[in-house]
């Protein structure tokens, strides 16, 4: 008899999407001519920037010539786009990160699951309630926590609380960790780090040498030019950080499928014999074993972000989302409804009316104004009392549901 990763049975059963998606179906059900909108699911919706499309659309045709033609790639991704990230997204900015420090990759939600193949068991874990839940289920599933408790926290992990009272900046672990994943602009609260939040917790990982994963898929929709975009703009985090990036969010590729991780060469980890070892090592050793590379029409359509055309063709896109943003705060705070979030990033973290659930305001707009949210609660127990709206819709939709929402008399 085959044997299964026993640790998978400690997941809870899928909970969130599929159950909104039971919710959306019974009122389906019932209402066949609602037209729902859903501002729910982080996924974009405007088509590719052209730049983009243009670029895949000469490397596809250069695919099928003799001259042209491209097989396995380098593992670790073309170095003209690594070349392209590390001048404009690091080298730009004042970060001294090098091209051979950037792993390109299919998407940031597996890099950010497979960098726990690297790393061994018995670390101690930080993660931020509420949470993206990748980080979370990731670790169940390599055996890294116990079980969930009712509240559905696993044990073994520490849940650092976002909350309105500290500001939605994670507070430091009350007792040492080793790893500690970090999303800011944060999914799902909207809110992003200064770089004295940031700092601190570099501070943090230098003196505990403690590992930061830092998550910064929403770096492109920061507007405060004064806010870091990049966890390598801290001083020291080249020596306690790894970086995951994705042209999901700013270039619409979530279809596409691009996204890159940073791994400093300065980073160290320990064996159990207690010698220092190279991440850089491990981790090229990982994707040069698992993985086979990125195809070279959707690298070539990523290095096309970085093009003049491209780069302008991004901010709209960006600055468009951002408007929705800034559509959705206004109209919810007209109503009475306390927001956050929306500001530096694509989502908008409402605040329930008063002894409301998460799940009862998640009934109350799709039943009152046919729009889909997402209940904080299931981004964690600190997101009880909250939805997420997403900024990521057309202009008219965006604006059919803050009509609908402030006909449907919430307040
Ligand atoms: C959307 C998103 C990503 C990007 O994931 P991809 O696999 O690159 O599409 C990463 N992290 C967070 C928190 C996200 O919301």
Not at 67 to 80: A, K, T
Not at 241 to 254: D, L, M, V, W, Y
Not at 335 to 346: D, K, M, N
């Amino acid at each position: 008899m085959v044997l299964v990763n026993s640790h998978y049975q400690k997941l809870q059963a899928g909970y969130l999407f599929p159950e909104i998606q039971r919710r959306i179906k019974a009122f389906a059900a019932d209402h066949p001519d609602a037209d729902l909108i859903r501002l729910g699911i982080g996924d974009v919706t405007e088509p590719l920037p052209p730049a983009c499309r243009e670029a895949m659309e000469t490397a596809l045709a250069a695919m099928g010539t003799a001259e042209g033609f491209h097989g396995y790639g380098p593992e670790q991704g073309y170095p003209w786009l690594r070349e392209a990230i590390a001048h404009h997204d690091y080298q730009q900015r004042g970060c001294a990160i090098e091209a051979d420090e950037i792993f390109i990759s299919d998407g940031s939600k597996c890099d950010t699951s497979n960098i726990l193949d690297i790393l061994g068991p018995g670390n101690r874990i930080a993660v931020t309630d509420p949470v993206y839940p990748v980080y979370v289920d990731s670790n169940v599933m390599a055996g890294h926590t116990g079980p969930a408790d009712e509240q559905g926290r696993y044990g073994g992990l520490q849940y650092l609380p976002l909350t309105a009272d500290n500001h939605f900046s994670a507070p430091l672990p009350s007792t040492p960790v080793d790893l500690i994943y970090l999303c800011f602009p944060n999914n799902p609260t909207g809110v992003v780090a200064t770089g004295a939040e940031l700092q601190r917790w570099v501070d943090y990982a230098r003196s505990h040498k403690a590992l930061i994963l830092f998550d910064g898929a929403y770096e492109a929709f920061i507007r405060d030019p004064e806010l870091p975009h990049s966890i390598f703009e801290i001083d020291g985090a080249q020596e306690c950080s790894i970086e995951f990036r994705s042209f999901s969010k700013n270039a619409g590729f979530t279809g596409t499928r691009c996204a890159f991780t940073v791994v400093p060469k300065a980073l160290t980890g320990q064996s159990h014999g207690g010698e220092s070892v190279s991440l850089w090592n491990l981790w090229s050793r990982r994707q040069s074993t698992k993985f086979n590379g990125v195809g070279y029409v959707v690298q070539r359509g990523a290095e096309a972000v970085y093009s003049p055309a491209g780069q302008k063709q991004v901010a709209q896109l960006v600055d468009f989302y951002m408007e929705n943003a800034a559509l959705i705060c206004q109209q919810l705070r007209s109503l009475g409804l306390t927001v956050y979030g929306g500001q530096h990033a694509p989502y908008v973290w409402v605040k329930t009316p008063d002894g409301v659930s998460s799940w009862q305001f998640f009934d109350q707009l799709l039943r009152g104004a046919h729009v889909v949210s997402t209940p904080g609660s299931g981004f964690g127990f600190a997101g009880e009392g909250y939805i997420r709206l997403s900024a990521f819709n057309s202009r008219a939709r965006v604006e059919g549901a803050m009509a609908r929402i402030a006909q449907s008399g919430v307040q």
